[in-house]
């Protein structure tokens, strides 16, 4: 079998991806593993769409991601049943110790932007969100985004891309498993030829694209690409349920992100989720992402998971609450994407998404079929960096943000890690 590009990974950047490269008349291959789009990592996403990031680009993609989804009914085609993935706007709520410099920092930089964002002080967030406690002299604000939400939900929203990227013109090999990268030398430097997948099968293809998720790091050495910045596998615990009961509280239940209590909760009755809000000092990495499944989960996290999110809402019923094990693909040194062309002609990465891209995931498999086309067309993207206009905001997005040879971004912020 022969593609003009081969992509790896049909989760959802790989099938955005291959849709941006279809719709540019590329012949485009999608292999992945699992018998349908956006069963990997993708699947346990909680798909929450917040705009409040440290980078004021990052927060500009944020946003469109945000658009994104607003349009979705028009981007993409339903499935036989007339169903798609839809952004549900519940809003999102940080909440925050009281009178950090960087809060007013940040609100302003998203202002810039064009995100709206509104600042709460301890009575506002009690009048405007009555189901939430807050001590009487707790030192907390909030930061409210009143166009978020969360994508209900993340494998529909793949496949939907999928099928986009069908009637584009992509194929789609599914139960296929990448075993090797097919590279050569040529005039002094590497090339990449295509890969080889477990069935024994070859496809030669000049262009391959690494979108395997928690499994980049891996793909990348079987390039022979090991990347300056690195990607490796981190282990992730949600509690996962139903409230009922969340659809009688009083007034607008927000998507919650408490950097006080140390949680966030995806407020969906029937499809509740509780994570930690926690700092990238804090993180475990595992060794292959395959197994992230295998030991039981501690039944201390879901208890402790359970308490801060009742702090803060009482009323909070989770029934048949159990652990949902999810694997993030991390840039260990500073938790950015990375989408680019590599050292190997060829070869190009759209990884990285360090437990917080799905929002804009269309958009960034977009970014690297930006990048493939602008290489194909004989560009050093190294040389002369790619600048991309974002398509629902207008935002030029500058790709030097996503570079594999960048410094590491600095987090003035910290790094709490949400969605
Ligand atoms: C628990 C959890 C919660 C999250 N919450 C949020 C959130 O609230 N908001 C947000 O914006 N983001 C969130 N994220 C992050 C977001 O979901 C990811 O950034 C995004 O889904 C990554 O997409 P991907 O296409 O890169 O990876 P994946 O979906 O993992 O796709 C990679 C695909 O490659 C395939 N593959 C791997 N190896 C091979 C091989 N050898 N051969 C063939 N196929 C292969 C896999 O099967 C997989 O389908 C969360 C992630 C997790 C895990």
């Not at 652990?323 to 062309?341: E, K």
């Amino acid at each position: 079998m022969k593609a003009d590009a081969l992509v790896i990974g049909g989760g959802i950047l790989g099938c955005a991806a291959a849709w941006h490269l279809a719709r540019r008349g590329v012949q485009v291959v999608v292999i992945e593993r699992e018998s349908a789009a956006g069963h990997g990592s993708t699947a346990r996403s909680t798909a929450i769409v917040r705009q409040r990031y440290t980078h004021p680009a990052a927060m500009a993609l944020a946003l469109e991601g945000l658009r994104t989804w607003e349009r979705w009914g028009d981007l993409v085609p339903a499935d036989e049943n007339g169903r798609r993935a839809a952004l549900v706007k519940a809003g999102v709520l940080f909440l925050l110790p009281r009178g950090e410099a960087s809060t007013e920092t940040l609100a302003r930089a998203m202002r810039s932007v064009g995100i709206a964002v509104e600042r709460l002080d301890r009575d506002s967030l009690a009048r405007s969100f009555p189901a939430l406690a807050f001590d009487e002299r707790e030192p907390v604000e909030g930061l409210f985004e009143p166009e978020g939400g969360y994508v209900d939900d993340p494998t529909r929203a793949t496949e939907d891309v999928a099928r986009a990227a069908v009637a584009a013109g992509a194929t789609f090999r599914y139960e296929t498993r990448l075993v090797s990268v097919l590279t050569e030398w040529e005039n002094g430097s590497l090339a990449v030829r295509g890969v080889r997948t477990h069935l024994g099968e070859t496809i030669e293809s000049p262009v391959v694209v690494n979108c395997a998720g928690p499994h980049s790091g891996w793909v990348n050495l079987l390039a022979h690409s090991p990347l300056r910045l690195t990607t490796a596998p981190l282990k992730q615990v949600v509690l996962s349920g139903h409230s009922p009961g969340l659809r009688s509280l009083p007034g607008r239940l927000p998507v919650i992100a408490d950097l006080i209590h140390g949680f966030y909760l995806r407020p969906d009755p029937e499809r509740t989720r509780i994570g930690a809000v926690w700092q990238r000092d804090e993180t475990e990495f595992i060794a292959d992402p395959d197994l992230a499944d295998d030991h039981p989960v501690d039944p201390a996290i879901l208890t402790s998971r359970l308490a801060a999110a009742r702090r803060r809402l009482p009323g909070l019923e989770v029934l048949v609450a159990s652990p949902l094990v999810g694997v993030y693909d991390v840039t260990v040194q500073d938790w950015y994407p990375i989408v680019d062309r590599t050292a190997t002609r060829g070869y190009f990465v759209a990884v990285g998404t360090s437990g917080a891209w799905f929002k804009a995931g269309p958009m960034i498999g977009q970014l690297a079929a930006e990048m493939v086309t602008a290489s194909l067309a004989g560009r050093d993207t190294d040389r002369e960096p790619l600048e991309v206009t974002l398509p629902l905001t207008g935002y030029r997005f500058p790709m030097t943000l996503f570079s594999r040879v960048r410094a590491p971004i600095e987090l003035s912020y910290g790094g709490g890690v949400l969605g």
